[in-house]
């Protein structure tokens, strides 16, 4: 199975951005080095015909942080095949964490916010395995 | 504090070292340097969003800060939303190898990594500061020009 593309939105204005960026890290640097990557987003964004090629059909999870679903709209419109669709803001709903932190850091509830979406990534992709 | 507020769009890289550092830059301009006259929009809005984010690069000046070559804040900025005035490029401040370093969690940041932040802030802020002159200057000759005054310079343009 080829590795499942994990994108983040990134988000610039919020800590909700932050928090999906910093779990698809810890997914494809950490918890799943060998079974999942990422792609920038912005390069999604650029349209390229290489990234497209590259997308298409790919399996994908994305982590959005706000309504506005960018990573998971991106990776549609490059051909991508979205399994799951998370959201940050509804992890840190569960957790009751009020304040994780600010776009730029994160606090301590912040990176159990990170920790908890990564687990469910991991989650996802050995089922996707048949783990 | 000027009035002119001044778009700064920022790569976010994923992949390489280069976004994470546009990334806290881009932080760096909106929420201390340049607090107030800098506004910024998430890239990937340009796709996802309406009429409104795409027009962002039409209602306000915008800086492009890219941590690759391949310069996808700019290109995206300019296919979706319209020209930039200005490009920062990370890869030319940081340098090309550190640029393309792998991406590290903010909780594995190297020791050097604020004083990487800071150059390519400064960078952004310089780029700011001309774009923001270089509206005043337009505006003042405008106003001249219709004052029918002269810039005290020598235009020779027969103005008195």
Do not use: H
């Not at chain 1, 080095?33 to 497209?52: N, S």
């Not at chain 1, 957790?95 to 990564?118: C, H």
């Not at chain 2, 340049?34 to 506004?39: D, K, M």
Request: glycine share 8%.
């Amino acid at each position: 199975m080829s590795k499942v593309v994990v994108i983040p939105c990134s988000g610039m204005g919020k800590v909700y951005g932050l928090l999906a960026r910093e779990a698809a890290n810890k997914v494809v640097n950490e918890l799943k080095k060998d079974e999942a990557e990422t792609k920038c987003l912005a390069y999604i964004v650029t349209g390229d015909d290489e990234i497209r090629d590259y997308m298409n059909g790919k399996k994908c999870i994305t982590i959005d942080g706000c309504p506005k679903m960018c990573a998971a709209k991106n990776a549609r419109e490059a051909g991508a095949e979205v399994v799951e669709e998370l959201k940050s803001t509804d992890f840190a709903k569960q957790m009751r964490a009020m304040k994780p932190g600010t776009a730029t850091y994160l606090n301590e509830e912040g990176w159990q916010v990170v920790d908890a979406i990564a687990e469910k990534i991991t989650t996802i992709i050995d089922e996707m395995e048949g783990k | 504090m000027s009035d002119i507020k001044i778009g700064v769009v920022s790569c976010s890289g994923e992949e390489c070292f280069g976004g994470t550092i546009s990334r806290l830059a881009t932080r760096k301009v909106l929420e201390d340097l340049r607090l107030g006259e800098a506004v910024t929009i998430c890239l990937p809005l340009f796709i996802a969003g309406g009429e409104e984010e795409r027009n962002f690069a039409k209602v306000y000046p915008t800086v492009a800060v890219d941590g690759c070559s391949k310069l996808c804040a700019m290109r995206a900025t300019e296919k979706y939303s319209g020209k930039v005035n200005a490009v920062v490029k990370v890869d030319e401040i940081i340098g090309k190898e550190k640029a393309l370093e792998k991406v590290v969690s903010l909780r594995e940041l190297p020791s050097d990594y604020m004083e990487l932040v800071d150059k390519v802030a400064q960078e952004i802020c310089k780029e700011m500061d001309k774009i923001s002159s270089d509206i005043l200057k337009k505006q003042a000759e405008e106003e001249l020009k219709n004052s029918g005054e002269c810039s005290g310079g020598c235009c020779c343009c027969g103005c008195k």
